[in-house]
């Protein structure tokens, strides 16, 4: 082994102590979370997995994997939450173009 490579795995483990002890945050972060949206479009409760990453600035941003294209941020999470509902709900009201039309069948 090099000393490249072992300086590289030491400071990797002096970072994940770090991180376990609480001194550190780990250099890349994200959370599962799951929100209960009411959905305008069909008035219907559903529950939307977001996965959550923390900004390289402050606070949080987010994306709904099952609506693609769906992300948000706030600085706060109960503000990222927010605006994910928000996000949602228009990214599921936004009219969708028949893939019939859009080929001109």
């Given at each position: 082994?090099?000393?490249?490579?072992?300086?590289?795995?030491?400071?990797?483990?002096?970072?994940?102590?770090?991180?376990?002890?609480?001194?550190?945050?780990?250099?890349?972060?994200?959370?599962?979370?799951?929100?209960?949206?009411?959905?305008?479009?069909?008035?219907?409760?559903?529950?939307?997995?977001?996965i959550v990453h923390k900004a390289e600035e402050d606070g949080y941003w987010a994306e709904i994997p099952a609506?693609?294209?769906?992300?948000?941020?706030?600085?706060?999470?109960?503000?990222?939450?927010?605006?994910?509902?928000?996000?949602?709900?228009?990214?599921?009201?936004?009219?969708?173009?028949?893939?019939?039309?859009?080929?001109?069948?």
């Amino acid at each position: 082994m090099t000393k490249q490579a072992f300086d590289q795995i030491a400071e990797g483990l002096k970072e994940a102590i770090a991180v376990a002890n609480g001194i550190a945050e780990p250099a890349f972060w994200h959370k599962a979370v799951e929100i209960d949206v009411k959905v305008i479009r069909n008035q219907k409760m559903m529950k939307f997995d977001a996965i959550v990453h923390k900004a390289e600035e402050d606070g949080y941003w987010a994306e709904i994997p099952a609506v693609p294209g769906c992300v948000s941020q706030g600085e706060t999470m109960e503000e990222l939450i927010a605006n994910l509902r928000e996000a949602i709900n228009d990214c599921l009201s936004a009219p969708v173009l028949d893939d019939r039309r859009a080929e001109g069948l």
